[in-house]
């Protein structure tokens, strides 16, 4: 047992372990994650989850994209990389730098666990209706940070990652979403395996770069 709080024990896991994880368990997550706050309890999410042979098909899938250099698109479109603004941009640039210094000659593997989803039992896929504004959008944040800290409590690792909905085909092909549904993002989600891959650690900004407290 840690004593350090879940929000520090947590951080991205890219390397999972064969042992798949139980329906049961998958159930309670998203259940405990269904606490978050939303707009009026408007509660916008919904989640999709693909596992066992559903995510083995999702993953080759994903991977044979990659391999053919099939451009992608998703139905959230991120800015460009020179339309963030100077803040996130600056963080954005230290996080690149930090990654490539700790990874060394290993990073082309950083790159390469992104095309076969890090090989994740489960594939997580988060959606919100079509018309939602941006309130709704840090709704579904807030459900998908409870989903990753319900999964830490539970033994489990993961990584939200915007590479798992870079092409929407291939999700649609798996569930039956409905059209007024956008598929905004993506968690990968198991027990994490012993890698490098799950040993980078992030920091953040100094507290009083983003704090303002007036009393
Ligand atoms: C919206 C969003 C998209 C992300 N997309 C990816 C991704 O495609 N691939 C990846 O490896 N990590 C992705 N991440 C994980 C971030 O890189 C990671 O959360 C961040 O660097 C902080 O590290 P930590 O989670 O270990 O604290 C994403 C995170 C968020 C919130």
Redesign the pocket.
């Known amino acids: 047992m840690s004593d350090q709080p879940l929000t520090s024990q947590?951080?991205?896991t890219?390397a999972f372990s064969d042992r798949s994880v139980n329906h049961t368990t998958l159930r309670t997550i998203i259940k405990e994650a269904q606490a978050a706050p939303s707009w009026e309890n408007t509660q916008p999410w919904k989640a999709y989850l693909a596992t066992g042979q559903v995510a083995k098909h999702l993953r080759q899938s994903h991977l044979e994209r990659n391999r053919q250099g099939q451009k992608s698109w998703t139905e959230v479109m991120p800015l460009k990389k020179d339309q963030w603004a100077a803040f996130p941009q600056a963080n954005l640039d230290a996080?690149r730098q930090n990654?490539l210094a700790f990874y060394g000659d290993d990073a082309p593997k950083?790159a390469a666990?992104?095309r076969d989803l890090?090989n994740a039992p489960v594939l997580a896929y988060l959606t919100m209706p079509k018309d939602s504004s941006a309130y709704s959008a840090y709704d579904l944040?807030a459900f998908?940070y409870g989903i990753l800290l319900a999964a830490q409590n539970h033994g489990l690792g993961g990584?939200?990652?915007?590479?798992?909905v870079r092409y929407p085909e291939e999700i649609h092909q798996a569930f039956d979403i409905p059209d007024d549904q956008v598929i905004f993002?993506g968690l990968a989600l198991g027990y994490p395996a012993d890698s490098k891959l799950n040993q980078?650690?992030?920091t953040r900004r100094p507290l009083d770069d983003i704090l303002t407290i007036a009393d």
């Open positions: 947590r951080h991205a890219r996080w990654m950083f666990v992104q890090f944040g998908g990584v939200p990652a915007y590479e798992l993002m980078l650690r992030t």
